[in-house]
């Protein structure tokens, strides 16, 4: 096995916060060429018109989850050592609404806005500005917070040990899911994007 | 950019779908974060069935292993040198059990990342044994409101309670809404006698 290669000791903390910064500008750059920070281009995303980072998040998935299946399977990778946050569904739910309201109202989220800040777009550095005062309000907060913060722990939860199916099994499924989506979300575009139906109606060849 | 018709973008999902196939039949794989992390009735179970084929080495400090520890444990520095030079020692068999137990202040996960490198594929570890051993052997309280499978899994935990020399118990209505620490488990334990 070679990896997890900061959990087997190639490298130290100092080593694994250098190589996660190396790894979140690459990320950043790629969201960046994908439009990703463009609040206008992810504001589409809930009007159907622009399914963009529907498409770029699924794909995401899916690239880690064959990564991470295949790179176990051919022994290169210890699934084991590979850290999975514990699961507290009362939170997390109410992060997951939080998150989605900061994201309608902003049209960003937390990556997203720190993509946009780099390019210099004021509407990012706002998003970012508020994402780092809610951070220190919760801070601030966190003692009256902490019952709710802290409740219905789960543990580390996978969806082959919760459903109880091999790990290859959920890897094809997740896969075919994706698929399917990824074309209905072309055929939903097209559907919803003015622009698009426009264009082919006048025989657009741009 | 194409090639004959085909986009990046379909290349890439055909490859994804082609990988995605193959998957079904390629044989299962451990799934991430597991089964790494041992709890303590799966401990107790281990040792009640065969002892001799558990190794428990302690990564606290000596203090928090003086006050307590589980059962047959050996306490050893919380590095993985240390945890690996004593398994050494012991010429264990890469098939045996071994279980790094830690708490609050001491990780076990270094040490049985380090196991696991050096080929003991059943090795193991527990976060915080003190609480998980309370709270499951010692001290397992039954809510007053429990289902009829949870009954039935607590009749079998209690069994391996009473073994290990815990009080299992029902809890009251007014307990099952305050709890009980686990500090003053321990403390409860100790007034009864239970030799850890």
């Known amino acids: 096995m070679n990896a997890p290669l900061y959990e087997i000791g190639a490298f130290g903390e100092t080593g694994a916060l250098v190589f996660a910064l190396g790894l979140g500008i690459v990320f950043g750059w790629f969201l960046e060429r994908g439009g990703m920070g463009n609040a206008n281009k992810l504001a589409g995303q809930f009007y159907l018109t622009d399914l963009a980072v529907f498409k770029v998040m699924f794909s995401a998935i899916v690239t880690t989850l064959l990564g991470l299946y295949w790179l176990s399977r051919?022994?290169?990778?210890?699934?084991?050592?590979?850290?999975?946050?514990?699961?507290?569904?009362?939170?997390?739910?109410?992060?997951?609404?939080?998150?989605?309201?900061?994201?309608?109202?902003?049209?960003l989220c937390p990556g997203t806005s720190c993509v946009s800040a780099s390019t210099g777009r004021t509407d990012g550095f706002m998003v970012v500005g508020g994402m780092l005062f809610g951070v220190f309000v919760f801070n601030e907060m966190f003692p009256?917070?902490?019952?709710?913060?802290?409740?219905t722990p789960r543990?580390?939860?996978?969806?082959?040990?919760?459903?109880?199916?091999?790990?290859?099994?959920?890897?094809?499924?997740?896969?075919?899911?994706?698929?399917?989506?990824?074309?209905?979300?072309?055929?939903?575009?097209?559907?919803?994007?003015?622009?698009?139906r426009s264009g082919e109606a006048l025989g657009d060849g741009r | 950019m194409s090639r004959r018709g085909w986009s990046t973008n379909r290349v890439l999902a055909a490859v994804a779908g082609v990988l995605g196939v193959l998957?079904?039949?390629?044989?299962?794989?451990?799934?991430?974060?597991?089964?790494?992390?041992?709890?303590?009735?799966?401990?107790?179970?281990?040792?009640?069935?065969?002892a001799d084929d558990v190794i428990i080495l302690d990564?606290?400090?000596?203090?928090?292993?003086?006050?307590?520890?589980?059962?047959?444990?050996?306490?050893?520095?919380?590095?993985?040198?240390?945890?690996?030079?004593?398994?050494?020692?012991?010429?264990a068999a890469s098939d045996v059990l071994v279980v790094v137990t830690g708490g609050p202040a001491a990780d076990p996960r270094p040490g049985w990342i380090a196991l696991r490198r050096a080929g003991y594929a059943r090795a193991h570890y527990m976060p915080d044994v003190l609480t998980a051993w309370l709270d499951e052997i010692i001290s397992p309280v039954l809510s007053p409101d429990a289902s009829e499978s949870?009954?039935?899994?607590?009749?079998?935990?209690?069994?391996?309670?009473k073994y290990f020399g815990g009080f299992p118990r029902i809890a009251s209505r007014e307990e099952a809404v305050g709890g009980e620490t686990s500090a003053a488990k321990l403390r409860r334990a100790k007034r009864r006698g239970c030799a850890f």
């Open chain 1, 155 to 196: 543990g580390p939860l996978t969806i082959p040990e919760l459903i109880g199916v091999p790990f290859g099994v959920v890897v094809f499924a997740v896969v075919a899911i994706a698929l399917v989506a990824f074309v209905a979300a072309e055929k939903v575009e097209l559907h919803f994007r003015p622009a698009v």
């Open chain 1, 74 to 107: 051919l022994g290169w990778l210890d699934l084991p050592l590979v850290f999975v946050p514990p699961t507290y569904l009362v939170p997390q739910l109410l992060g997951g609404v939080v998150f989605g309201v900061g994201f309608v109202m902003g049209g």
């Open chain 2, 150 to 161: 949870e009954r039935e899994a607590w009749r079998k935990q209690s069994e391996l309670s």
């Open chain 2, 23 to 50: 998957a079904l039949v390629a044989g299962d794989t451990p799934t991430p974060g597991g089964p790494g992390e041992l709890s303590a009735l799966q401990l107790a179970e281990s040792l009640r069935a065969d």
């Open chain 2, 59 to 91: 990564v606290r400090d000596a203090l928090a292993f003086e006050e307590f520890h589980a059962p047959r444990a050996v306490i050893v520095e919380p590095t993985r040198s240390a945890v690996l030079a004593e398994i050494e020692a012991r010429s």
């Open chain 1, 144 to 151: 009256l917070l902490e019952g709710v913060y802290r409740a």
